[in-house]
């Protein structure tokens, strides 16, 4: 008979080699083949412009969850810095281990190294997105919440996620309790497994713990499984 498996808790995940690792989303760009906006269906840098062109002194916040190298941020800099280069913009990469591939050229862009988890923001963002990062987070609803909450009234959300992801404490999956709550918040989810909108969704259930032992998630890479108490 198969045996439960160990649940850990958010610290002891992001030590664990599945999560601390240098080997997620590190050549992934803006834009082409491998891109944000090939994962995303929209181009980030399209969505903050277009905001840009129709007032330039409004005040543009992105923040990007599980940023990786950083090398899409580090080419919307420079986009930026082309077209709009006295916008009042800021752009936020956060990331649990320091492996970005250069440094900012600019005080827009900023690279923390730190956990999702704990941090907050310093204003309300117009975009907040996740690439293939919440396969790795322990507690992903209590994080997307929060990701949603940084937005600003008519920010959007965009982010990778599998629901098959979330178990319920017997080690059922609880994939349409969530999907159910993600669209009643006003979330779309998709079949190629994203969700993006503007809602702000409300989850009841309660985190236990996570398992970095599961296997691989749909990415044919490794991923997390979490527990909540339903």
Not at 125 to 147: E, F, N
Not at 155 to 170: C, K, S, T, V
Request: hydrophobic share 40%.
């Amino acid at each position: 008979m198969p045996t439960d498996p160990v649940l850990l808790d958010n610290l002891t995940l992001e030590q664990s080699s599945i999560v601390a690792n240098n080997a997620m989303n590190r050549g992934r760009g803006l834009s082409g083949v491998n891109s944000y906006t090939r994962e995303l269906g929209f181009d980030p840098y399209e969505v903050l412009a277009q905001r840009l062109r129709a007032d330039p002194t409004a005040q543009v916040t992105w923040i990007d969850v599980c940023c990786g190298s950083g090398r899409a941020l580090l080419e919307a800099e420079a986009r930026f810095d082309q077209e709009f280069p006295t916008a009042d913009l800021t752009i936020i990469g956060i990331d649990l281990v320091d492996f970005f591939l250069g440094t900012p050229r600019t005080p827009r862009l900023h690279l923390l190294t730190t956990s999702a988890t704990t941090w907050t923001p310093p204003r309300k963002a117009d975009l907040v997105t996740c690439v293939h990062g919440l396969h790795y987070i322990g507690d992903k609803l209590a994080l997307i919440q929060a990701m949603t909450n940084w937005l600003a009234p008519t920010g959007l959300f965009a982010a990778d996620f599998d629901p098959a992801e979330i178990h319920r404490l017997d080690g059922t999956p609880a994939t349409g309790a969530v999907v159910e709550t993600l669209r009643a918040a006003g979330l779309t989810y998709d079949h190629r497994h994203r969700v993006y909108g503007h809602g702000r969704p409300r989850f009841t259930a309660t985190y236990v713990g996570a398992d970095p032992t599961a296997g691989p998630g749909y990415t044919g890479q490794p991923s997390v499984v979490s527990y909540y108490d339903w």
